[in-house]
């Protein structure tokens, strides 16, 4: 069965470093997400993208973040320049229609 | 700002014990999504309900979605240790390309054996 994939499964970095989290959304989906779960808190929407643009985005999804959809296959988040508060699970998420599949998520700290 | 609340947000039960969850909102969901999240993983999809009145099962789940498409229920029936987990309620308004999702804070299920 197709299924969203992320890599790495972890990462730790450093405050003011930038990190790239990896999605390879479902293939024949054409709406793409990121989300983020501080933990004990609840998911959180970041930023959808449809016809390699951004469609929708979050307060939270500032000018430090970017989304790229380099090749036919990768979905990418990009942090500029990491905060402490950044820390947390990041998930990837993709859909035909209305119905979004997630992937396992990546885990960022941020020290 | 649209919410979705969920309830309760902690349930404990014995083996065999019937349960309902809800998920509430004064928000009209143009869709509602069911998800089950283990600790550490990402959320996993059990159903989605679009039309006001809809059920559906999945074996001993349940789900409705409300007339108004404002609300919707999970009850399990004769739960078992297996079904222990984190229950999370997501709405979608879809309008136009926009279908971000709107989550519940979830519910976390212990079945005792």
């Known amino acids: 069965e197709p299924e969203v994939t992320q890599t790495p499964s972890h990462q730790v970095t450093q405050m003011g470093q930038e990190v790239i989290l990896r999605c390879v959304p479902i293939?024949?989906?054409?709406?793409f997400y990121w989300y983020r779960q501080i933990l004990g808190q609840k998911v959180e929407f970041l930023v959808s993208?449809?016809?390699?643009?951004?469609?929708?985005k979050s307060e939270i999804f500032d000018d430090q973040f970017s989304v790229e959809r380099p090749d036919g296959s990768n979905f990418t988040l990009k942090i500029r320049s990491t905060k402490l508060e950044d820390s947390a699970m990041y998930f990837c998420?993709?859909?035909?229609?209305?119905?979004?599949?997630f992937g396992p998520g990546t885990r960022l700290l941020v020290l | 700002t649209q919410l979705l609340e969920q309830s309760p947000q902690f349930l404990s039960i014995q083996e065999g014990e019937n349960l309902t969850v809800y998920c509430n909102s004064s928000?009209?969901?143009?869709?509602l999504q069911w998800y089950r999240q283990e600790p550490g993983e990402g959320p996993v999809l059990l159903v989605t309900?679009?039309?006001g009145g809809e059920v559906k099962k999945l074996k001993r789940l349940t789900f409705q979605f409300g007339d108004a498409r404002k609300d919707s229920s999970l009850h399990i029936t004769a739960a078992q240790p297996g079904d222990t987990g984190l229950y999370l309620c997501?709405?979608?308004?879809?309008?136009?390309?926009?279908?971000?999702?709107?989550w519940g804070l979830g519910t976390s299920l212990a079945v005792n054996p």
């Open positions: 997501a709405g979608a308004s879809n309008a136009g390309n926009n279908r971000k999702l709107i």
């Open positions: 928000s009209v969901f143009s869709s």
């Open positions: 309900v679009v039309t």
């Open positions: 293939s024949n989906h054409l709406y």
């Open positions: 993208f449809y016809n390699n643009e951004i469609s929708e």
């Open positions: 998420a993709s859909s035909a229609l209305w119905t979004q599949y």
